[in-house]
């Protein structure tokens, strides 16, 4: 089996990773708006479900490191020289953007809950502690809260960002589908795709 990307598509790495952090993403938005939105702080289920979404969180984190590690050393298949130059260019720019929001959302979060002034152990997967950062364990209670605060509603606005750029990502995969070329089917096992395209770019 081939395990890295050539032309016509993706490899078995590349999506695996793509679609578990699709997964991952997607389950930790819900579950971040019902704790913020929705669920009391004094529900007994409050602490497990938090600690359940830092837990997907750093997961998240994880294979993101992976998954651009992988793409650095493996080229991705270059989109159909049939594509309008604009399209083009949102298409690199929704995926770069995306592959900043997957590093840096999980990434605040874990600065957020480091900086706290009581910080909770992240338990993850209630398998082990995950650790706090440890530059945050020597500053002061008044600048602790300060940054807790900041981390906090920059963790929140990145959210938000996600809940837009998730949705275009989306609607690109279905406008892709309705022009019948194989820019999704790249990236789902099973799909079959055409000639591979001559050029490729990373």
Excluded: C
């Amino acid at each position: 089996m081939i395990l890295v990307n050539t032309p016509p598509r993706y490899g078995p790495v590349a999506m695996t990773l793509h679609w578990l952090i699709a997964a991952a993403v997607l389950v930790n938005i819900a579950l971040g708006l019902y704790v913020a939105e929705v669920m009391e702080d004094h529900d007994p289920m409050h602490g497990p479900i938090l600690q359940f979404h830092k837990s997907v969180g750093l997961t998240v984190l994880a294979l993101s490191v992976l998954r651009i590690l992988w793409r650095v050393i493996n080229p991705a298949p270059p989109l159909p020289q049939s594509m309008a130059p604009g399209i083009r260019r949102l298409a690199h720019l929704s995926h770069s953007l995306l592959y900043v929001l997957i590093l840096v959302i999980p990434l605040s979060g874990w600065l957020m809950v480091s900086a706290s002034r009581s910080p909770m152990p992240t338990n993850f997967f209630w398998l082990f502690h995950w650790p706090n950062l440890p530059f945050f364990a020597g500053l002061a209670r008044q600048a602790k809260t300060s940054l807790h605060h900041d981390f906090n509603v920059a963790h929140l606005w990145l959210a938000l960002s996600a809940l837009v750029l998730v949705p275009i990502h989306i609607a690109g995969a279905f406008y892709h589908r309705g022009r019948e070329d194989d820019v999704l089917a790249r990236m789902v096992p099973w799909a079959r795709v055409g000639p591979a395209p001559t050029n490729l770019k990373r």
